[in-house]
């Protein structure tokens, strides 16, 4: 089992950025595919980007190619999610997840950490 905690979140302007950190504790991330998912107020959890270390292979939402980039450390145990140019539509809670499998689906995500705010104004 592994322990999924996320940090990073807050308010910023339109344009500007962030980075989400995920610390696992437990099992080692890197024998997971590490995803971040998002939920706005209203609307159901959806897939932003996931990345499987052992065929470096990344799969994104299109909605944030060029802007969201995912990176891990290996020393800390961590994953990482850098929002760049961020827009008022990526307002939403954000999730980090570990899986089997390289998926956008939720169900496929067996751990889930408990979620950090992001808000983004104009």
């Known amino acids: 089992q592994v322990q999924l905690v996320e940090s990073g979140g807050g308010s910023v302007q339109a344009g500007g950025s962030l980075r989400l950190s995920c610390a696992a504790s437990?099992?080692?991330?890197?024998?997971?595919?590490m995803g971040w998912f998002r939920q706005a107020p209203g609307k159901e959890r959806e897939f932003v980007i996931a990345?499987?270390?052992?065929?470096?292979?990344?799969r994104y939402t299109e909605s944030v190619k060029g802007r969201f980039t995912i990176s891990r450390d290996n020393v800390k145990d961590a994953v990482y999610l850098q929002l760049g140019n961020l827009k008022t539509e990526d307002t939403a809670v954000y999730y980090c997840?570990?899986?089997?499998?390289?998926?956008?689906?939720?169900?496929?995500?067996?751990?889930w950490g408990q979620g950090t705010q992001v808000t983004v104004s104009a």
């Open positions: 990345m499987s270390w052992s065929t470096n292979t990344t």
């Open positions: 997840a570990a899986g089997g499998l390289l998926s956008r689906s939720t169900s496929l995500y067996d751990y």
């Open positions: 437990g099992r080692t991330s890197s024998e997971f595919v």
